[in-house]
């Protein structure tokens, strides 16, 4: 279910958590049995897959469909796929999709009602049941961001019945990472690469030696299906080399925030001439927001048919880029993209830890990859600490 | 952590209408009594419902009624669009969609032993008329009650037989004024901040209930500042897009605040930073 | 005329002013009385007073072709109507209208500016009370302006 203590688990370091009686080495030619395995559990597997040249989340029936060979590149403004000189399947980082799209989708009918005796009656209010699902590579990031939603939709005041039944059913397998993308940062906000709690495996693709996975079981339903699988034992050099792995994906990270201060900066900030910068190029496109694995941000849209005696509610992911999205009678709040930016990066990285008592960001670098004129939310932070309104500072 | 398991919250119940009337030549008083199948929920002074209509939509509108009277929900609408307008032409007899109530309310509590002064400009009457009922309702609890109402001219102010009504209960005062004033008014004309040299009571042990358009709210907590009350002692209740009222839309965002479940009244004190502050 | 400058120095304008400049501006003022509808003043009559409202409350309206005429504001007890007689061409621009039984302090404008002009002193606190005045109804003329209930 829910994990409880979202924050703290973070606190956890790694190599403090290693050891050796917890892990397992997992063949790399086993990896087909795990998916076979979770698909007798009853789960569909989603995993990663190459899709119109990007690493994105679909149904894995097998490890052919995974990407096997695949690194992808990535900078501001720029994703690409190359081959790798190995076969690893989880050597990408990240694609444009997170988990979020199954766990809060894009798109979901909240009821439907229909007129009956000069009234309505609803006719459905349940999230629609759906196969329980199993996430294969879930990354240190997206980890955190599963927990970040689940404190704003499971944890405070309402519950999302939606959510919930799917964050429920979700059987997660975490894919440590061994190396980052130009983008990524989660060292500086402390949600990677290494992977903690809230997954039910854990693995860690190794290839020196031989191809084969460490793997270790973080719920009991992990241990159980964990418990199936091929394995043999763990040794220190299996440990040491995962964990080399998973030290060089923090060290290459080149970019950071500095979550010194972070709130004061931006509230205090509100006035900068930087935001005039920053309007001047963004096309409030929303990509960040679509892309970005904790924006929870919907909207609801009412439907009727023709006849009007059938109505559908469904909620859509929106985005505070969107004029429309601070509409109140007479005119929107925010009319100017400087206003709509400040609101999304002020929110993101101050007022979410007023609200959750959590930052909003895990560092993925998507919304820098995918912002398609290359805006960098972690050069925005340097230069409104720097109060310099240029590009480079 | 969770307060509450509330998992029907973002689903509608279909309530039916009892009563149409009208208020003024754009705003009108519905009340509604839950359909068969739905639950009647007591509200607090303050909260607000979604109210749904069948093949229109749904929009976020306080509720003006008595927290006293048992299974009735009294909405007054101000017809300044199509959703709006969609509810206020509704007859007696149809059904709408009633989600709710959500939000935080008026501090009724802690005003307790307290003189009341209600501040409203337009519309904003509404969703302190169920304070007015509280007060009266039970007249021992608080001190002086005193009431402030603006509006654009005669013609607009909602609830002329209550404010006269009001006006002859016992240590209660209401005090009106326009925008623009006819040959006919008798009644002040100017800001409704120019009533306040008229209001009989202690600045210094009253509580202060806020609500109008936002230009208004903010000229009103500075003169109710400069009349002697404390910023603790003055709430607001404030207005932002709602698309589903418990906290996972982020429409309502208000800085660090949400205005559907932290709000939609808010102490002065808390927002103080966030109201002049232009597209936040 | 004891009782005239008791009543003078109490009213809410004068607040505090120097005794001796509440003296000397007795010397201008008279008690006054009107009934429900009289007019104090219409626009273009020569300015020549101001009032303190001691009790009842006036309308301060404009009119235009085929409009009836528009009250902008409602004084009463404690404040003062008029600034017309500061400034030349001393003329009214509005109308004053008594919406009931009105007692004010009418104070002789010619009088007044001419005791300012020999006493600077007393011109500068005269003054001051008056722009303050001015700065608050022009602010709530700017609300007034803005129409903040309207629908937009």
């Known amino acids: 279910m829910v994990a409880e203590g979202v924050l703290a688990a973070r606190e956890t370091s790694w190599s403090s958590a290693v050891s050796l009686e917890e892990h397992a080495v997992l063949a790399a030619s086993e990896l087909g049995s795990l998916i076979s395995t979770l698909a007798l559990e009853g789960y569909s597997v989603i995993g990663p897959a190459v899709r119109d040249g990007a690493i994105v989340y679909s149904a894995i029936e097998s490890i052919q469909d995974l990407p096997q060979g695949w690194a992808d590149e990535q900078a501001p403004g720029k994703y690409r796929l190359s081959p790798r000189n190995d076969d690893s399947f989880f050597g990408y980082v990240v694609g444009p999709q997170s988990w979020k799209k199954f766990l809060h989708p894009p798109e979901v009918r909240l009821w439907q009602a229909e007129r009956q005796d000069g009234s309505f009656r609803i006719l459905n209010n349940e999230a629609t049941p759906e196969k329980a699902k199993a996430f294969l590579g879930v990354r240190a990031c997206e980890l955190a961001a599963i927990r970040i939603q689940d404190r704003v939709l499971l944890e405070d005041r309402y519950r999302d019945p939606i959510y919930e039944a799917r964050r429920a059913s979700a059987f997660v397998i975490a894919v440590q990472c061994t190396q980052a993308a130009s983008t990524c940062f989660c060292s500086s906000m402390g949600t990677g690469p290494a992977v903690s709690e809230g997954a039910d495996l854990v693995l860690t693709e190794l290839q020196s030696g031989s191809h084969r996975f460490l793997v270790r079981a973080g719920t009991d339903r992990g241990s159980e299906v964990l418990s199936k699988l091929r394995t043999t034992a763990a040794t220190e050099a299996d440990l040491h080399q995962a964990q080399d792995g998973v030290q060089a994906a923090a060290a290459t990270q080149v970019r950071s925030i500095d979550q010194n201060g972070i709130q004061e900066l931006l509230y205090q900030n509100f006035e900068h001439p930087r935001w005039e910068n920053l309007a001047a190029r963004c096309l409030s496109c929303a990509n960040c927001t679509m892309v970005c694995p904790t924006c929870f941000c919907t909207t609801v849209e009412d439907t009727s048919t023709v006849t009007g005696n059938h109505a559908e509610r469904w909620r859509r992911w929106d985005s505070c880029f969107t004029q429309a999205f601070s509409y109140i009678h007479g005119g929107s709040i925010r009319n100017s993209s400087k206003s709509r930016y400040r609101q999304w990066i002020t929110h993101k990285l101050a007022a979410w830890k007023d609200q959750f008592g959590s930052s909003g960001c895990v560092g993925c670098g998507r919304c820098i990859t995918w912002c398609p004129v290359g805006i960098d939310i972690t050069e925005e932070v340097r230069a409104l600490r720097n109060g310099g309104d240029h590009g480079d500072s | ?280 | 005329m004891e009782t005239l400058e008791r009543i003078i120095a109490e009213h809410p304008f004068l607040a505090d002013l120097d005794p001796g400049f509440t003296s000397l501006m007795v010397g201008c003022a008279k008690n006054v009385r009107f009934n429900r509808g009289d007019y104090l003043f219409r626009e273009g009559d020569p300015a020549d007073q101001f009032y303190l409202i001691r009790e009842g409350k006036v309308a301060v309206e404009i009119f235009a072709p085929q409009r009836t005429p528009i009250i902008v504001s409602t004084l009463g007890e404690g404040e003062i109507l008029g600034w017309s007689w500061l400034l030349p061409p001393y003329q009214w621009k509005l109308n004053a209208r008594a919406l009931e039984y009105l007692r004010a302090i009418a104070l002789d404008g010619k009088c007044l500016r001419n005791k300012c002009e020999q006493n600077h002193d007393l011109g500068y606190e005269v003054l001051k009370r008056f722009a303050r005045i001015i700065e608050q109804r022009l602010e709530a003329t700017r609300m007034q302006l803005l129409d903040v209930y309207a629908v937009r």
């Open chain 2, 1 to 280: 952590m969770a307060t509450a398991v509330k998992a029907d919250a973002m689903v509608t119940q279909p309530y039916l209408i009892r009563d149409v009337s009208k208020e003024t030549y754009d705003t009108f008083t519905l009340k509604l009594e839950p359909d068969k199948g739905s639950n009647h929920t007591q509200f607090q002074p303050g909260q607000f419902s979604m109210l749904w209509v069948f093949g229109v939509g749904e929009l976020p509108i306080s509720i003006s009624g008595d927290p006293d009277e048992e299974e009735r929900l009294v909405y007054t609408v101000r017809s300044v669009g199509q959703a709006t307008n969609a509810l206020v032409t509704r007859s007696v007899g149809e059904a709408i969609g009633v989600r709710g109530p959500f939000g935080t309310g008026w501090p009724l509590e802690a005003a307790r032993g307290h003189d009341v002064i209600v501040v409203a400009g337009g519309i904003g009457l509404a969703p302190l008329r169920p304070v007015i009922y509280e007060v009266l309702n039970h007249r021992k609890d608080y001190g002086r009650l005193v009431i402030l109402y603006g509006a654009r001219s005669p013609r607009d102010l909602l609830y002329r037989k209550e404010l006269a009504s009001w006006a002859r209960q016992k240590e209660t005062q209401v005090l009106t004024s326009v925008d623009y004033g006819g040959m006919s008014w008798r009644g002040h004309v100017g800001v409704v901040t120019s009533l306040f040299k008229y209001a009989r009571l202690k600045p210094s042990r009253s509580v202060a209930m806020v609500c109008g358009p936002e230009i208004m709210m903010r000229f009103v907590t500075r003169e109710l500042e400069t009349y002697g009350l404390s910023r603790s002692d003055i709430f607001l209740s404030m207005e932002r897009n709602m698309k589903c009222a418990v906290g996972f839309c982020g429409h309502c965002q208000y800085g660090p605040h949400f205005i559907c479940k932290e709000g939609p009244v808010f102490r002065f004190e808390q927002l103080r930073p966030l109201l002049e502050k232009y597209e936040l």
